[in-house]
């Protein structure tokens, strides 16, 4: 079946950093793949996402690159700032109107 | 941001008894999901909604039943809660009117703390 993997955490990082949080997937056929992010006591927002391979989603300057014939969707950003601190999660969607397949979520923890 | 809201936000019940939660949403769109949310194992989809009177069971659907009467609400019931559906709920919109769209917005969720 489909399947999200996801480096578990937590992540712990300075300010300014450079960020690489992996996610690689197992689907049939061609799904699209999501980042969403969570930040304390609020719900999940859609941070990026990309529908086809070699596609690039990039936010807030966060991106991720769909890599087909390595199944990896890996997210990176240049400089973290405090304010990323946030439980990120990988999906994938497989099919029109069915489930987001998530990933066990990765907390990463930013320090000035 | 999509217009979705949930209520309650925090519930408190016992064992035993009936537990209705409610998705309203503002975006007129056709698909809408239940997800519950716990600790080690992501989000995992309960039921969701392809239109009015159409719903189909997910991963972990035993124990919760689901209604849609209408296009901008999604009703989430627990018969009898148990602890073990103790969690952080989270309603989900996709698909604006009849276009499909993959991409999925999430509600502020709903903590439920069954005793």
């Known amino acids: 079946g489909n399947s999200v993997t996801q480096m578990e955490g937590p992540v712990t990082l300075s300010e300014e950093a450079f960020l690489t949080i992996n996610c690689t997937y197992t689907?049939?056929?061609?799904?699209?793949l999501f980042w969403y992010v969570q930040y304390p006591g609020e719900g999940l927002q859609l941070l990026l996402k990309a529908t086809k391979a070699d596609d690039k989603g990039s936010n807030k300057g966060f991106e991720a690159t769909y890599r087909k014939e390595t199944t990896s969707f890996h997210l990176e950003k240049g400089s973290v700032q405090v304010s990323d601190s946030a439980v990120y999660f990988c999906?994938?969607?497989?099919?029109?109107?069915?489930?987001?397949?998530f990933g066990k979520g990765t907390t990463l923890s930013v320090s000035s | 941001d999509a217009g979705i809201t949930q209520s309650p936000r925090h519930k408190v019940t016992e064992t035993g008894t009936p537990v209705t939660l409610r998705c309203h949403q503002t975006?007129?769109?056709?698909?809408m999901y239940w997800y519950r949310q716990d600790p080690g194992h992501g989000l995992r989809l309960i039921h969701y909604?392809?239109?009015?009177?159409?719903?189909d069971k997910g991963e972990v659907s035993d124990g919760y039943s689901v209604s849609r009467s209408k296009t901008e609400d999604f009703l989430l019931t627990l018969e009898s809660a148990t602890s073990s559906q103790t969690s952080v709920y989270f309603c989900a919109i996709s698909g604006a009117g009849s276009v499909y769209q993959e991409t999925q917005y999430f509600g502020p969720g709903t903590r439920l703390l069954v005793l």
């Open positions: 975006e007129n769109h056709r698909y």
């Open positions: 909604s392809y239109g009015v009177k159409d719903t």
């Open positions: 689907a049939t056929g061609y799904p699209s």
């Open positions: 999906a994938l969607s497989a099919q029109a109107g069915t489930a987001l397949i």
